[in-house]
Each structure stands twice: as C-alpha cells, then as structure tokens.
C-alpha cells in the first residue's frame, strides 16, 4: 500500500487554495448591468460625471445632452492592477456594452482605459471630453473610440469609424464601419465587444447591430502589452462622450465587465508571421523530402500487397475454382430403358370449307 506524506499533502492542498484564490480574485470586479437605477449594485459600482444622467426610469444612461459642448462619463470605481501579485500573473478583461448616437457630427463615444490618478471629472475640448495635455506630459491611455466626426488634425479616416488609440487620438488601427453595413450614428441601438488577452497580449474590437450572437471575427485587432505599459498601476476603466458643436445625444443601455487572471506560466508572446516564416523553411525542406520518400516507400508496399494478394486469389481459384460438385451415390441417376409404342389415330370425318 502506498503511503502518503502527510506535510507534502498539505503543502500541496495549500498552494492548491491560494492559486484557486488569484483565479478567482477577479471576480470582485466583475459587473452586469442591463438596467441602471433599478440594479442595488450601480451607484456603489459606478460614477457619473458630467452631464451624465440616469435616463428612461433607469433603463438608460444619458452622456450627452442635445445642447452644443455637452460632455459626460460613466466609470467604474474600483481601480484594477493589470499584473497581480508577487507571481506577475495578467489580467485579461472582457466588456461589452449597448449603445445609441443621435444622427448628428459629435466626437461619439469612447472606451476608456486611464492610470488610477487621472482627474475624471475634469473635461475639455478635446475628443471625448478627455483632458489629457501634452502629448508628452499627458497620462498613458488605451481608447476604443466610436467616431462620428472627420477631425484632419487627428488623421480621421472618415466620419463613420472604429480606431484604436494608445497614447494619442491618432489611432494606431482603425477600421471603417461603413464597409460592415453599419452608421454608428444612425440612431440606432450598436453592440460592441472589447476583449483583451494577457496571455497572447492582444485587443480585439467587435461590433453588431445584434446583441443576440456576438461576432466570431473582431472589427479591430492589435498587439498591446498592457502590463508593460502600466506594470504595477491602478488603471480605471468607463466610457466617456462629447458632442463638440453639435447635439448629438449618446445613450448607454447595457454595460458588462469580466476580469480573469491568467497565470504567468499561461503567457505568450504574439506570433510574428515573418518570424515564423523564416524558421520554418528549413524544416519544410526536410519535411518535404521526407514525404517524398515516405510515399515511395508506401507505394511500394502497397503495390506488393495488392500482388500477393490477387496471387493468392488465383492460387485458391485453381484450386478451389475448377472441382466438379461430388454427388452421393443415392441421389446419383441411373441409366434405364424405354418402351416406345405406335399409337394409331383415325379421323372420321374430313373437314372441308372451314366446316364439321
């Protein structure tokens, strides 16, 4: 019988329970709100600033007003660390949230990402209300902005557009909507999914008219580092709008955020296709040369398999093939003879003219 060391157990069952711990430490900041005013949670979980407003008896969050320089934000209160522990483990996230924009130029609406210490009350001019300053001296943020407005200075691809901004509201990818069918301002309900990876350190956009199935391929994708870019700091998360000189109107009506530690034994770096492309030519070669002779040699058995065996068909066939049936000797035919006898036939009466 095997016999069990009872310190090892427990040191085991120990590292078992706290690494179940920092899996499931995430689960504090997860949320879902499909109404607002009427969920306990909103106002212990969530901050309004600006003209930001409770709308449609808690069906709706209101940003922005009708008015010309309206700006409002909506943000989640709990800051969150992107590397957790002494371990390094990630934190990957997921939201998705619902939304409406008015038919009119705003700036639209924006996802957000800021250090713990960036002053959310505080709008400006600037796309999406957000004070940032200098390039320079300005905070790091990660933005997914939702644009309905073609500002030059910014590199705009057009008025109907997804970017993704890191750093500056020039996006480092984005991509036009209008090529999906889609008006982000056309005054109708969008969804949107927004996912980050820790462990292939990637963010990937999606974007639906339908809220029932969300997309299998993303809008938007890029490879971004948020650990690197933020390492030990606090970051918030909410979404932020502004109009500028228009009364375009942005409501939210859902909102959802899941967080998930993934540990630092999971990462990985994101394949580079020139990389792997080069690292994979030689062994191609080999490869390549391999199969050539392995489907040689399996020809070659194949063909000598097929031989015997339809020799093996004609040695059983002669056999087998040419044996005349044995009968047994009761049922066999015996030869006899026959008696043939004249059998004399007289017609009394001719037939003539068809008639008796």
Not at 224 to 253: A, H, K, P
């Amino acid at each position: 019988m095997a016999k069990f060391n009872i310190p090892t157990c427990l040191t085991v069952l120990t590292f078992m329970i706290s690494h179940l711990k920092t899996i499931n430490a995430g689960s504090s900041y997860s949320f879902s709100f499909e109404s607002f005013d009427k969920n306990p949670n909103f106002r212990s979980n969530i901050a309004l600033y600006g003209d930001a407003k409770v709308a449609g008896n808690g069906s709706s969050l209101q940003l922005t007003r009708s008015v010309s320089s309206s700006a409002g934000r909506v943000m989640y209160k709990q800051p969150i660390k992107l590397v957790e522990g002494i371990s390094g483990n990630m934190v990957s996230f997921s939201t998705n949230f619902s939304f409406l924009m008015s038919r009119d130029d705003g700036d639209g609406l924006a996802f957000l990402l800021v250090p713990g210490g960036f002053n959310v009350r505080m709008f400006d001019n600037s796309p999406f209300g957000l004070n940032l300053g200098s390039e320079r001296s300005g905070p790091k943020f990660v933005a997914v902005e939702f644009d309905t407005k073609r500002d030059a200075e910014y590199g705009d691809l057009n008025d109907n557009h997804v970017g993704i901004d890191v750093g500056a509201f020039v996006s480092v990818k984005v991509r036009n909507v209008s090529s999906n069918d889609m008006v982000l301002n056309s005054g109708k309900r969008l969804h949107s999914w927004i996912d980050y990876e820790a462990g292939s350190k990637r963010l990937e956009v999606r974007l639906s008219q339908s809220g029932d199935m969300k997309p299998i391929d993303p809008l938007l994708s890029y490879p971004l580092d948020l650990s690197n870019m933020w390492n030990d700091e606090r970051v918030l998360i909410g979404l932020s709008s502004s109009n500028g000189n228009s009364s375009q109107t942005c409501f939210l009506y859902s909102w959802s955020l899941k967080l998930r530690h993934v540990p630092q034994w999971m990462h990985s770096e994101p394949l580079d296709p020139r990389d792997f492309a080069k690292r994979a030519k030689p062994v191609l070669a080999q490869k390549k040369s391999g199969c050539i002779l392995k489907m040689l040699a399996a020809m070659i058995f194949g063909s000598a398999c097929g031989a015997l065996g339809a020799f093996m068909v004609l040695y059983l066939w002669t056999i087998f093939g040419n044996r005349r049936p044995i009968v047994p000797e009761e049922c066999s035919v015996h030869p006899g003879d026959f008696e043939f006898k004249k059998v004399k036939v007289v017609v009394d009466k001719a037939v003539q003219d068809g008639k008796h």
